[in-house]
């Protein structure tokens, strides 16, 4: 039974920077994809980054977050990161953790397959 456990969230000041965690359980870093993904009011669900957690490392990024977001792993502790900054407060939502279906860039659409996390709200004010 996948268990993802999210932590970090939080408000803070447009351009600011937030580190969001997610421990894993019943699950072992190596071979599938994970992810973060949010969703505001009013909007679907969207990837934000995937990466695997493998040895390659491969990542993928929205286009929206590219070059403010880092996604990373640190599979002795089987946790997963993703590092925030310069945030803009089109970035409020709630984030989710999960281990995805797809692989690759595949992995930044959300599946129903996907195993979610509980959310963590990330809200930013102008």
């Known amino acids: 039974q996948v268990q993802l456990v999210e932590s970090g969230g939080g408000s803070v000041q447009t351009g600011g920077s937030l580190r969001l965690s997610c421990a894993v359980s019943g699950f072992t870093f190596g071979g599938r994809w994970m992810g973060w993904f949010r969703q505001a009011p009013g909007n679907e669900r969207e990837g934000v980054a995937v990466m695997s957690t493998g040895s390659s490392g491969s990542t993928f990024y929205a286009s929206s977050v590219k070059g403010r977001f880092t996604i990373s792993k640190d599979n002795a502790k089987n946790t997963l990161y993703l590092q925030m900054n310069s945030l803009k407060p089109e970035d409020t939502a709630k984030y989710y953790c999960?281990?995805?279906?797809?692989?690759?860039?595949?992995?930044?659409?959300?599946?129903?397959?996907?195993?979610w996390g509980q959310g963590t709200q990330v809200t930013v004010s102008s």
């Open positions: 999960a281990t995805t279906w797809d692989g690759g860039v595949k992995a930044l659409s959300p599946s129903p397959n996907n195993n």
